[in-house]
């Protein structure tokens, strides 16, 4: 996810050898793997931090109600469980789990696919930075249009004092009062902040991983931890993107209906609005909140995806030895 770019990569290594390495699984059943994997792992790291993403969200608020300040993420939740009920920093969380499924699926299986095949272009029979990095960016690009209605969606839901009690309501309400396109209003930035947030993201996961395991093994501390380090780094460095996401995605301009007028449509209007509003500060509103979602999220998701690519490979190995 993760996103959310909480979503996470994949690293792979062939290492000739290593003898039969957990990462190569066996060719027949890649695509399904990957994408049973990525799902679940999907569904599963946006569901457990789903609070953090609430408070989150309305950290980033521009010019929050009175009622919505909040000095740090504990207190934040704190405040909208007392104040507005205990499921309520959950609501919307069904509208994101039935996007992540899909959007994750989509996301490993392109991500496994394109890196095998650039590998082999760029470096045959090793592991090219240049074609993970570049299939990680394609994936994103899918990954991302599944998620963003989503995303929209669940954004307004977690908004305070947010009139939509149900998924429907919400889709019904922004479909009618600004068509199809207020969907994907978001689409750009979230793809400006997802590709240099995979780069970093990813860079810094492989860079750990040769660090704390050079060997490659399925060692699960070690992915906790790179993959924990790999989400705090890239969630910090992007969060001035996020704040334009998360403006773009809730429109709270037509509730400010301060100096501008209309629908903020781009990014560039975004980045302008934040400015207005709340200096260069602004920029970083909900960074903390956002560092404590990424950093179980993308260790969540690593592990969990790393766990099944182990389970099902061995899975297979011992069938095709009782064969």
């Known amino acids: 996810g993760g996103g959310e770019a909480g979503a996470c990569r994949p690293p792979v290594r062939q290492d000739p050898d290593s003898g039969p390495d957990y990462e190569a699984l066996p060719a027949g059943a890649t695509v399904t793997t990957h994408m049973v994997a990525g799902a679940v792992a999907g569904i599963l790291e946006h569901c457990v931090m789903y609070p953090i993403d609430c408070v989150k969200t309305r950290m980033q608020s521009l010019q929050p109600d009175p009622a919505a300040r909040y000095r740090n993420v504990l207190e934040a939740l704190w405040r909208i469980i007392r104040t507005e009920g205990l499921w309520r ?13 899909p959007a994750h699926a989509l ?59 149900r998924v429907t309501d919400c889709v019904r309400a922004v479909w009618q009062n600004e068509g199809a396109g207020a969907f994907y209003r978001s689409y750009t930035t979230q793809l400006t902040m997802n590709v240099p947030f995979q780069a970093i993201h990813f860079m810094t996961y492989e860079f750990l991983q040769e660090h704390f395991n050079p060997q490659r093994r399925y060692n699960p501390s070690s992915h906790v931890l790179s993959g924990a380090c790999a989400g705090a780094v890239a969630a910090a460095a992007t969060t001035p993107l996020d704040v334009c996401k998360t403006l773009l995605n809730t429109q709270e301009s037509l509730a400010l209906n301060s100096h501008i007028t209309g629908h903020i449509t781009g990014m560039a209007s975004a980045f302008r609005t934040v400015y207005q509003v709340g200096g260069v500060t602004a920029y970083f509103r ?10 179980p999220s993308t260790a969540i998701a690593w592990s969990v995806y790393e766990f099944f690519k182990y389970l099902i490979t061995k899975r297979q190995e011992e069938w095709r030895a009782g064969k």
């Open 286 to 295: 909900g960074v903390q909140a956002r560092v404590i979602y990424q950093i």
């Open 89 to 101: 920093p959950m609501r919307g969380l069904n509208v994101t789990a039935t996007g992540a499924g």
């Open 107 to 165: 996301y490993f299986a392109c991500y496994e696919k394109l890196k095998k095949t650039l590998s082999d272009v760029i470096h045959p029979g090793g592991n090219s930075h240049i074609a993970n990095g570049a299939a990680g960016c394609v994936a994103t690009l899918l990954h991302d249009a599944a998620m963003n209605p989503a995303e929209v969606v669940k954004q307004r839901m977690q908004m305070y004092n947010s009139p939509y009690h």
